[in-house]
C-alpha cells in the first residue's frame, strides 16, 4: 500500500500532521510531496519541527503567484511525481491550490483521490477555497468529512454514500495530541509578558486583507477594543496590505496590541488555550477555538464550519465595526453569553480522525473498491 500526500499551506501541514504520524507508526510505505506555496520559516518549516514530521520527499516550491500560474505550476510537476510513485491513493486536505492541483492531476492519471475535510461548503464561490474544494469533491474518491453536515452536502451532490466517511476533523487530533506537549513545552505567555484576559487575533482571507475599507473597518474596532490585551501573529498577506494600505501604524501605536510574527504551532495552542476570546477569519482557528473551549468571534458573513454557529460556540459578524465591538463586548460582559459559547459542544469529533481515515483507506484497498473508482 503506498499512500502519497500533499500540503503546502500552514494549515495542511497542521491537520496532514496526524495523519502522517499515523501513517508512519502503522509503516505504510508513504510519500510527502510540499508545493512549497508556503515558504517562510514561520509558516512552514517551523510546523515539521513543531509537530516532528520527516522532510518531505519532494518539494515543489511553487512559491507566491497568481492561482493560474500557482495552480498550473503545481499540476505540472505533481503529474511528473506521481509519474514516478504510482500510489494506490493521493491524499489532499481542505481548500487550497494544492488541493486544486493534487485532486485534478491525481484523477486524471486514474489514481483514486481521498478528500481529507470534504464535504465543506460556504456557497460563496467568490472565495477561492470554495472553487476549490467543490472541485476537489468533483475529482474525489473517497470523501473523509468531518460532520453529518458535510456528508449531507455530499449527498446533495449525488455522490455514492459508500465513498463518504464520517471521520471527524483532523485538526481535533493535532489539538489533543499537541496541547500537553505545548503545557509543557511553550513559554509563549511569559515570553510576551500577558497578564489579564487575553484575545488571540488571526486574519488573512483575501475579501478581509485585500479590500482597504473591510481592513480598516476591523482595524477600528480593534482599536476600540478595551480591558483585554490583543496578541496578532500577523500572516504574511496581512502584513503587506496592513502596510499598504497605512494601517500597520495605527495597530502599532496603542499599547493593548502586540503585532508579532506567525508563532509555532505548540506557542499557538498554548495562546490559543489561554485566551478568553478569538477573533478570527481563519477556518482551522473556528475548530480549533470549540475544541478548546474558546468563544469565536468570526470575522466572516458566512462560513463553511456553520456547525461552530449552530452548536453556540461561534458568531459571524462580518467586517463591520459595530458587529464586532457588540459581538466582543457581549461575550466580556455577560456570563450567560460567555459560559454558553464556552460550553458550546465540539462537533468536529473525539481525535481519533485520523485513525478512521487510515482504517477506511486500508479496508478499502483490501476489499479492492479503490479500483472501482479508476
Ligand atoms: C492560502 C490559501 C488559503 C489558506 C491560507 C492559509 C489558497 C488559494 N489560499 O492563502 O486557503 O487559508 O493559505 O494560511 O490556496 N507569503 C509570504 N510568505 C509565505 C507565503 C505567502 O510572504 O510563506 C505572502 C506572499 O506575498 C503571497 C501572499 O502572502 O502573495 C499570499 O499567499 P498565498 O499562499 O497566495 O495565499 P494565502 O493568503 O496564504
Ligand atoms: N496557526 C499557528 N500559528 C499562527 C497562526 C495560526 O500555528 O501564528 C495555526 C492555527 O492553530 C491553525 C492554523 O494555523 O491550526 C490555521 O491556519 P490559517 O489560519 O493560516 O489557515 P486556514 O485554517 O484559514 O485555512
Given at each position: 500500500?503506498?499512500i502519497?500526500t ?15 504520524a499515523?501513517?508512519?507508526k502503522?509503516?505504510i510505505?508513504?510519500?510527502l510531496?510540499?508545493t ?10 517551523q510546523?515539521?519541527l513543531d509537530l ?8 515543489i ?13 503545481m499540476?505540472?510537476?505533481?503529474e ?19 488541493v ?6 491525481a484523477s ?7 478528500h481529507?475535510?470534504?464535504g465543506?461548503?460556504?456557497?460563496d464561490?467568490?472565495?477561492p ?8 469533491d468533483?475529482c474525489?474518491?473517497?470523501f473523509?468529512v ?8 455530499l ?14 476533523n483532523?485538526i ?7 496541547l ?5 513545552k511553550?513559554?509563549?505567555l ?5 497578564t ?5 487575533l ?12 473591510r ?10 477594543l478595551?480591558?483585554?490585551t ?7 498577506r ?18 493593548h ?12 495552542l ?10 478570527t ?7 480549533e ?26 458568531i459571524l ?13 457581549k461575550?466580556?460582559?455577560d456570563?450567560?453569553i460567555y ?19 487510515l ?13 472501482i473508482?479508476?
Amino acid at each position: 500500500m503506498k499512500i502519497v500526500t500533499i500540503v503546502g499551506t500552514r494549515p495542511e501541514i497542521i491537520k496532514m500532521a496526524p495523519v502522517l504520524a499515523q501513517m508512519e507508526k502503522d509503516d505504510i510505505d508513504n510519500i510527502l510531496i510540499h508545493t512549497g506555496q508556503h515558504y517562510d520559516y514561520e509558516m512552514s518549516q517551523q510546523f515539521f519541527l513543531d509537530l516532528e514530521l520527516k522532510k518531505p520527499e519532494y518539494n515543489i516550491e511553487v512559491g507566491s503567484n497568481s492561482h493560474g500560474k500557482q495552480t498550473a505550476l503545481m499540476i505540472e510537476k505533481i503529474e511528473d511525481i506521481l509519474k514516478i510513485e504510482k500510489p494506490h491513493i493521493v491524499l489532499v486536505q481542505g481548500d487550497t491550490n494544492a488541493v486544486l492541483a493534487g485532486a485534478i492531476t491525481a484523477s486524471k492519471m486514474h489514481i483514486p483521490v481521498g478528500h481529507v475535510e470534504a464535504g465543506l461548503r460556504s456557497y460563496d464561490k467568490t472565495m477561492p477555497e470554495e472553487i476549490n474544494r467543490q472541485i476537489a469533491d468533483v475529482c474525489s474518491a473517497m470523501f473523509f468529512v468531518p460532520t453529518e453536515e458535510s456528508a449531507i452536502n455530499l449527498l446533495f451532490e449525488n455522490i455514492d454514500p459508500n465513498k463518504i466517511f464520517i471521520t471527524g476533523n483532523t485538526i481535533v487530533d493535532a489539538c489533543i495530541r499537541h496541547l500537553k506537549i505545548a503545557e509543557r513545552k511553550s513559554n509563549i505567555l511569559s515570553k510576551l509578558g500577558i497578564t489579564g484576559d487575553l484575545l488571540t487575533l488571526t486574519m488573512h482571507r483575501a475579501e478581509n486583507v485585500d479590500d482597504p475599507e473591510r481592513l480598516k473597518n476591523i482595524v477600528d474596532a480593534l482599536l476600540d477594543l478595551k480591558n483585554i490585551t490583543v496578541i496578532f501573529p500577523v500572516h504574511p498577506r496581512t502584513l503587506k496590505n496592513l502596510k499598504k494600505f497605512g494601517l500597520y501604524n495605527k495597530l502599532e501605536s496603542v499599547s493593548h496590541i502586540k503585532l508579532i510574527k506567525p508563532i509555532g504551532y505548540l506557542d499557538f495552542l498554548l495562546l490559543l488555550s489561554k485566551s478568553k476570546v478569538v477573533m478570527t477569519d481563519s477556518g482551522g482557528l473556528q475548530e480549533e477555538a470549540i475544541t478548546l473551549n474558546v468563544p469565536c468571534i468570526t470575522l466572516r458573513y458566512n462560513t463553511e464550519r456553520p456547525e461552530t454557529v449552530t452548536a453556540g460556540g461561534n458568531i459571524l459578524v462580518g467586517a463591520e465595526k459595530e458587529r464586532i465591538l457588540d459581538a466582543f463586548n457581549k461575550i466580556c460582559n455577560d456570563l450567560g453569553i460567555y459560559n454558553k459559547m464556552k460550553n458550546a459542544k465540539n462537533p468536529f469529533g473525539d481525535g481519533n480522525s485520523s485513525d478512521n481515515i487510515l482504517k477506511s483507506i486500508l479496508v478499502a484497498k483490501k476489499s479492492d473498491k479503490l479500483k472501482i473508482s479508476i
